[in-house]
T-cell receptor
Framework: KAGVTQTPRYLIKTRGQQVTLSCSPISGHRSVSWYQQTPGQGLQFLFEYFSETQRNKGNFPGRFSGRQFSNSRSEMNVSTLELGDSALYLC??????????????FGAGTRLSVL | GQSLEQPSEVTAVEGAIVQINCTYQTSGFYGLSWYQQHDGGAPTFLSYNALDGLEETGRFSSFLSRSDSYGYLLLQELQMKDSASYFCAVTSGTYKYIFGTGTRLKVLA
């Protein structure tokens, strides 16, 4: 069974640009969550999608958005990039909503560098 | 607000036992999870506690006290491959998964 796939693995962008990251969940998983990981900050929850609907959102500005397609694949978009957006962006999938005992399976992440 | 606290770094020798504590403050608490992340790798699930008590999975055990808003991960018979970062994460009704900032475990030979 294939794991969670994130593309691209690395990205370099300049301030003001926008970027789209992609996540393909484990087959059969309907929930996809996105996290931002920076040194010293741990994993910060961005949002969770389930059945193409955003079910929960973290405390990030509106420049961060996402969507989920009917095949459960998800994309995350960051507009008007800032230097502080440089981070590892992780995607996690789970069978159901990320609560109860629904284990989250993480992809390897996309490392975004904003210059 | 919602917050988790865990030590930033723990060092132990091979074969020893180490405990990584996690205290949390949240509303609508569902459960406490633990994840392991090796440098350059993805976080992987270790354990989940929803009720008070100890859960054991091989060399790893996890404990939860809901009344104290406290939990810990216990690693026994430490091996060099256990050197990694360990994150506790609270599942809450409002913000779903809230992760701690992680504890870097260094296992010395």
């Amino acid at each position: 069974k294939a794991g969670v796939t994130q593309t691209p693995r690395y990205l370099i962008k300049t301030r003001g640009q926008q970027v789209t990251l992609s996540c393909s969940p484990i087959s059969g998983h309907r929930s996809v969550s996105w996290y931002q990981q920076t040194p010293g900050q741990g994993l910060q929850f961005l949002f969770e999608y389930f059945s193409e609907t955003q079910r929960n959102k973290g405390n990030f500005p509106g420049r961060f958005s996402g969507r989920q397609f009917s095949n459960s694949r998800s994309e995350m978009n960051v507009s008007t990039l800032e230097l502080g957006d440089s981070a590892l962006y992780l995607c996690a999938s789970s069978l159901g909503l990320a609560g109860a005992k629904n284990i989250q399976y993480f992809g390897a992440g996309t490392r975004l560098s904003v210059l | 607000g919602q917050s988790l606290e865990q030590p930033s770094e723990v060092t132990a020798v091979e074969g020893a036992i180490v405990q990584i504590n996690c205290t949390y403050q949240t509303s609508g608490f569902y459960g406490l999870s633990w994840y392991q992340q090796h440098d350059g790798g993805a976080p992987t699930f270790l354990s989940y506690n929803a009720l008070d008590g100890l859960e054991e999975t091989g060399r790893f055990s996890s404990f939860l006290s809901r009344s104290d808003s406290y939990g810990y991960l216990l690693l026994q018979e430490l091996q060099m491959k256990d050197s990694a970062s360990y994150f506790c994460a609270v599942t809450s009704g409002t913000y779903k998964y809230i992760f701690g900032t992680g504890t870097r475990l260094k296992v010395l030979a």
